[in-house]
């Protein structure tokens, strides 16, 4: 089964996300996130916790939500299954995949850094279609 294992916001860009256990999901996306009201439809970003995980194992580094800049690690899901246009179910809140991966020319930006970098293969971005409360917990029910 599919679950939400945190839910984090960050206050910059290129920065660690901070976990903050639960937040306000509306169609403009997490509320108090840098990219809120930005526009646009990459308003969520999810991580598997299976790839975080194998990464810390690795590097050697202490486990941390957030450390990738994600918006909801989430574990349990098969991630080669996602293909865009599939929607999550959590809670009151429907996501829908608008891109998987986030390296390719949009991400020159972030050449270099060392946040996102290492997870930009397994990162999903969502939009949100439907609004509600995300929470740590909260079961993920995956529509194709």
């Keep these: 089964m599919a679950k939400i294992l945190c839910v984090c916001i960050s206050k910059e860009r290129k920065t660690c996300s901070q976990n903050i256990h639960e937040c306000e999901a509306d169609l403009q996306g997490l509320v108090g996130d840098v990219h ?5 439809r990459k308003q969520v970003s999810l991580l598997p ?9 690795h590097s050697g580094e202490d486990f941390r939500y957030g450390r990738f800049g994600e918006n909801l690690l989430v ?5 080669n299954s996602i293909a865009e246009g599939n929607r999550f179910r959590c809670g009151d809140v429907l996501l829908e995949a608008v891109r998987i991966g ?9 050449k270099g850094e060392k946040v996102c970098t290492p997870m ?8 949100i279609l439907e609004a509600g409360r995300l929470r740590e917990g909260e079961i993920i029910l995956q529509q194709r």
């Design 120 to 127: 930009e293969p397994w990162f999903v971005f969502c939009q």
């Design 75 to 79: 574990e349990g899901i098969n991630w």
């Design 36 to 40: 809120y009201g930005m526009g646009g």
């Design 102 to 110: 986030a390296g390719g020319p949009a991400s020159d930006a972030y």
């Design 49 to 57: 916790y299976e790839k975080v995980k194998e990464y810390f194992e």
